[in-house]
């Protein structure tokens, strides 16, 4: 069980420390700016615990984070939970022989690769980013990942947007967010 940091903090706390940015990238959007969460060193800690606290026993072999935000918090997470990090990258970024996976968005496709030997078949992995919004890019990485043959431990996420009901795409999945928003 990971030891919890000294002062840790609620869900409550955690969000008080998220800048809400309006109108930004473009009108009518409220962005969610987790970089102040980032710099406080209590609330960072906090949130890689809590993420630790809930696939602790699920014995992961790897955790995928996805480019970009998935990068810092993926690694400090398979750090607590004793396993390895793997990155999933945007196209042409990874130097030996991919894997690639396509996926439609709203408009138009996006696609997303992983190093052909990246996961052996049967290994348990976590798949971790810093929001959930409409589900596309964990389910194209979920779905990367098992035809691999990984088996998908669960996917995690500091910032879930319920209201864009991206935890559908994911029911088979066990989905974990430390902090949702409603609007």
Do not use: C, W
């Not at 919890?4 to 955690?14: E, F, I, R, V």
């Not at 009108?27 to 696939?55: Q, R, V």
């Not at 750090?79 to 396509?102: S, W």
């Amino acid at each position: 069980m990971p030891v919890p940091s000294a002062g840790a903090m609620n869900a409550d706390q955690l969000k008080y420390l998220i800048r809400e940015i309006p109108d930004f990238p473009k009108p009518g959007i409220l962005f969610y700016d987790i970089t102040t969460l980032l710099k406080d060193k209590t609330g960072f800690a906090t949130l890689i615990d809590k993420l630790a606290e809930h696939y602790i026993a699920q014995d992961v072999d790897l955790v995928l984070g996805m480019e970009a935000r998935g990068f810092i918090f993926a690694p400090a997470l398979a750090y607590r939970l004793n396993a390895g990090f793997v990155p999933v990258r945007k196209p042409g970024k990874l130097p030996a022989e991919t894997v690639k996976y396509a996926y439609a968005l709203e408009y138009g496709t996006n696609s997303l690769e992983i190093h052909k030997d990246a996961i052996q078949k049967g290994q348990r992995v976590l798949i971790v980013d810093d929001l959930l919004a409409t589900g596309g890019t964990a389910e194209a990485t979920a779905k990367l990942a098992s035809s691999l043959g990984a088996e998908i431990a669960g996917l995690g996420f500091v910032v879930e947007l319920e209201f864009l009901k991206g935890r559908e795409k994911l029911k088979e999945y066990d989905v974990m967010s430390l902090l949702r928003y409603d609007k």
